[in-house]
């Protein structure tokens, strides 16, 4: 039975999926302090070294949001039922002050925080996450389980710590993530130096590339991130360049030879019942895909996630008081 209030999908049968105003998948706008699971939009690509776009990508999931339904197919979980989810609208970025962007998206989910809602966020580029996480993580080092076609560990590019190359190298010198507690899957593609990847492998991240996922399958993958991850806090990030470009083209670094959709959403299924503190969605870029495909993929990739989450916050903190 639905949780009562307002915190509610419009109904397809009642509001045609093209009408009223786009939100992520149809929820009421909400104050963080008014929900459980707050999802929340990163309008940021100022952290791109190469093809732009990805500021575009919180309004185009939106939009294909409405194709969203309300319960899972296969786990049966319906968020809604469990918890009060609300669209709590975008961090607002500076298009071309980075370090004020920085500052402002580590401020919003530092408030987040405060207020008991745990984000599920669209980016943006992959930068955001380092912000985010500076926002969320206050008791020492949590778990990371990024789903990527890039390690995102490197130094830096032109000179500069900051970009979406670099997120998960600054936040475990930072002490935000615990390498150890760290599990990237579906890396891939040719590196611009023999080194890339010494930093991650010397501070003990598990690294799979594609082609260990590949002889192993994504279940016995999972099985091991699992472990890894064990029953601490831990953070889940999705790049949706881990998907194979022949199934999402529209993101700014495409590495082909990625895993499937249906790969993607069987793994992060796996995910609940985690002590998760947030998750993100990132990488998606509209003007590279004009087809919508990308988007559908990362909102669907959403609401799995929003599936994923919505059990282990039920779990391990509980709903709120009716409102």
Known sequence: MALAGKFEPLDS???????????????PVADPAEVDI????????????????????????????????RVHHVTGVSPYDLLR?????????????????????AA?????????????SAGGDHLVSLP??????????????????????????????????????????????????????GLRGSISDAG????????????????EFDRRGPDDVMDEALEILGSGPAYATFDIDAIDPSMAPGTGTPEIGGITTREAQRMVRRLAGLNLIGADLVEVSPPF?????????GATLMFELLCAVAPGVAAHRGARAGV
């Open 289 to 297: 895909d004009p087809s919508g495909l990308t988007a559908l993929t």
């Open 196 to 211: 890339n990847y010494d930093f991650a492998k010397a501070c003990g991240t598990r690294m799979i590339f594609i082609e």
């Open 13 to 27: 049968g009642r509001v045609p999926r093209f009408a009223g105003i786009p939100t992520f998948m149809r929820l």
């Open 132 to 185: 985010i996480l500076r926002g969320l993580v206050v008791d020492g080092p949590v778990g990371l389980i990024q789903f990527d076609a890039h390690s995102d560990t490197y130094d830096s590019f032109f000179g500069n710590p900051y970009n979406h190359g670099t997120p998960f190298r600054r936040a475990i010198e930072e002490g935000l993530v615990d390498p150890k507690r760290m599990v990237q899957i």
């Open 38 to 69: 707050a999802l929340v939009g990163v309008p940021f690509d100022g952290g791109v070294t190469n093809r732009a776009g990805t500021r575009h990508g919180p309004r185009e999931l939106r939009n294909q949001s409405s194709l969203m339904r």
């Open 85 to 105: 989810v609300g669209d709590c609208g975008d961090v607002p970025v500076d298009p071309i002050n980075l370090a004020k962007s920085l500052e402002a998206i």
């Open 108 to 120: 919003f989910y530092a408030a987040l925080r405060r207020s008991g809602a745990t984000p599920i």
